[in-house]
């Protein structure tokens, strides 16, 4: 008897779209374990910061990127990242850390680091995983069992991002956050080394008029779908 092999959830798209909130959800309700992998920029990011390493420089972000050592965890009810043992998951959501990622993230050593931190998580995840990110269906993961690509409207996006601030002291506008969002995009599309993108196999799912739940809802559907199309081949293939 073979053992089932495990499943594996691409979960891309830019920021606001609500990749964090989607795949958690899935990935608790279908018992598959789960891995952020913005995170894992953030936590490289926080730790150039840290080291006074000057990142808008690539040449030393390239120096330094085997330095920090990134642990994920991949339990969808407590993501937890650790930076040379230390939690980062709380300063690594910081200002300074969003604004200087998009540039940290460029570095192609950066990402070879991360990808094969990405692949060997996804690779030991038992029943399966959601991976949420920008590249997961066109590089990390080019062989997932679904990819998805979340977008939604500028206004949304940004809707959500500052619904996220509500009541802090020094909460930036609608418009101030439509455009960090937009230069974030252009970086992270534009960015010659596994740019944002959608996979030519991506469901792309426009979830600026709909609910969460709506979304989570969508998804667990193909995912069955896929389980069911998978079983049938078993079948005949048997
Ligand atoms: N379909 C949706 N409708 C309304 N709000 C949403 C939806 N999806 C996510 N959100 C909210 O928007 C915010 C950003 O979502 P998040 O999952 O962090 O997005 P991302 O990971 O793509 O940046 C969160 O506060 C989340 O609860
Ligand atoms: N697979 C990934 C995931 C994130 N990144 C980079 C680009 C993003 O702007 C940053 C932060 O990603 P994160 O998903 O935490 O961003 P948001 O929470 O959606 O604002 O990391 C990436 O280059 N590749």
């Given amino acids: 008897m073979s053992a089932t092999p495990a499943l594996i959830v691409a979960i891309d798209g830019p920021s606001g779209t609500g990749k964090s909130s989607t795949s958690r959800a899935v990935a608790a309700r279908l018992g598959l374990r789960y891995l952020d992998t913005g995170a894992q920029y953030r936590a490289a990011t926080w730790w150039m910061l840290r080291n006074g390493i000057d990142t808008a420089d690539p040449a030393a972000v390239a120096a330094a990127a085997g330095k920090p050592e990134i642990v994920s965890g991949t339990d969808p009810a407590h993501p937890a990242i650790t930076v040379d043992g230390a939690d980062v998951s709380g300063p690594i959501r910081g200002p300074e850390v969003t604004g200087a990622v998009s540039a940290v993230s460029a570095v192609p050593?950066?990402?070879?680091?991360?990808?094969?931190?990405?692949?060997?998580?996804?690779?030991?995840?038992?029943?399966?995983?959601?991976?949420?990110?920008?590249?997961?269906?066109t590089t990390v993961l080019p062989d997932a069992d679904l990819k998805i690509f979340l977008t939604a409207s500028p206004e949304a996006r940004a809707a959500r991002?500052?619904?996220?601030?509500?009541?802090?002291?020094?909460?930036?506008?609608?418009?101030?956050?439509?455009?960090?969002?937009?230069?974030?995009?252009?970086?992270?599309?534009?960015?010659?080394?596994?740019?944002?993108?959608?996979?030519?196999?991506?469901?792309?799912?426009?979830?600026?008029?709909?609910?969460?739940?709506?979304?989570?809802?969508?998804?667990?559907?193909?995912?069955?779908?896929?389980?069911?199309?998978?079983?049938?081949?078993g079948a005949v293939a048997g």
């Fill in 161 to 233: 991002r500052n619904g996220e601030l509500a009541g802090t002291t020094g909460a930036p506008t609608l418009e101030a956050t439509r455009e960090a969002l937009a230069r974030r995009d252009a970086a992270d599309s534009g960015r010659a080394a596994s740019p944002l993108a959608k996979a030519a196999d991506a469901v792309e799912i426009d979830t600026s008029e709909l609910t969460l739940e709506q979304v989570i809802a969508h998804i667990i559907t193909l995912v069955e779908q896929r389980r069911d199309d998978a079983r049938r081949r």
């Fill in 109 to 137: 050593e950066i990402r070879a680091r991360i990808t094969e931190l990405q692949r060997s998580v996804a690779r030991s995840a038992v029943p399966g995983i959601v991976v949420e990110g920008r590249d997961i269906g």
